[in-house]
């Protein structure tokens, strides 16, 4: 089995250089396939300095979905890791993934997550929807088959969010199996002053109208989930009204956003399932353009 790690980058250089040292010490014999969206911190001279990076593609976009697409391009491995460059594997991360991508099609692992008050770390996550049970993946960490990958197409490119939970909901539909490993793991460290990011609700809302309206088209089901979801949030973020924490003009703002992401992923949604009517569900995936790399350098 060939290897190849995938690492999309943009303005991260010091978390990308601890990332390569790990892979470095705990994946030596892998292909890493670096992708620079278009960086402006020095991550291209960084990269060329270095002697354990393969190829070093740059792109003009700074779509995390391109990035990912455009490494899997690169890549020559018969298995293909995404990692996030802010993420560094653990020892035992490799003979984790090697064990379990051998009995499945998409291997994923857990993140630990430095923090004050301790070691935080995910799980599995699964949902069923119109009889079909999806799991979900670390998009940050996770490994495919070449030929999970093939039958995907890639990452859908509309999506600014959300691709990887797009990507499970179609391979459940193409029936490819999703594993949980935990021994396949990475770590990020936050720093003190880490904090949350503010949440777009337009592409969060967006982002789920257009997986759930292009992988099951307009149901009951999928209306249903979706307010679910908004009120939930809504619930949430009227009490930080109430705490003081935010202003009621905001939530408001919230909500418009809510409705218009919404409204516009439902419609392109549904655009893009009949666009693709084939079960990859991917009308913007990987094979629908050849010009996403702006530079390549490959020192394989």
């Known amino acids: 089995m060939k290897l190849s790690v995938v690492v999309p980058t943009l303005n991260g250089r010091d978390q990308l250089a601890g990332c390569l040292d790990a892979l470095a010490e705990h994946a030596p014999d892998a292909e890493v396939v670096v992708v620079n969206g278009p960086s402006a911190d020095g991550t291209t001279g960084m990269v060329r300095d270095r002697d354990d990076v393969d190829v070093l593609v740059e792109i003009a976009d700074r779509g995390l979905n ?49 923090l004050k008050t301790g070691l935080t770390t995910e799980s599995v996550e699964t949902r069923t929807i119109k009889g079909r049970t999806v799991t979900y993946f670390n998009g940050d960490n996770a490994a495919f088959s070449r030929a999970a990958l093939d039958a995907l197409d890639g990452f859908d490119e509309y999506l600014q969010t959300g691709g990887s939970r797009d990507a499970a909901h179609r391979l459940a539909g193409i029936d490819y199996e999703v594993v949980w490993e935990s021994d396949m793991c990475v770590r990020s460290e936050y720093g003190t002053d880490g904090g949350v990011a503010e949440t777009d609700w337009n592409w969060k809302y967006r982002a789920l109208a257009y997986r759930l309206a292009k992988n099951y088209g307009l149901r009951p089901t999928v209306v249903a989930r979706m307010i679910g979801h908004g009120v939930r949030d809504a619930g949430s973020t009227l009490r930080d009204v109430a705490k003081g924490n935010a202003t009621p003009s905001s939530w408001f703002g919230n909500g418009r956003d809510v409705l218009t ?7 392109d949604g549904l655009v893009a399932r009949f666009t693709d009517r084939s079960s990859r569900r991917n009308p913007r995936g990987r094979s629908r353009r050849s010009d996403r790399a702006v530079t390549v350098y490959d020192w394989r």
């Open 261 to 267: 992401g919404m409204g516009t992923g439902l419609k």
């Open 66 to 114: 391109v990035a990912r697409n455009a490494g899997i391009d690169r890549a020559t491995g018969d298995v293909v890791a995404l990692l996030n460059h802010g993420l560094s594997v653990e020892e035992g991360w490799t003979d984790a993934l090697v064990s379990a991508i051998a009995e499945a099609d998409v291997v994923s692992g857990p993140t630990h997550r430095e």
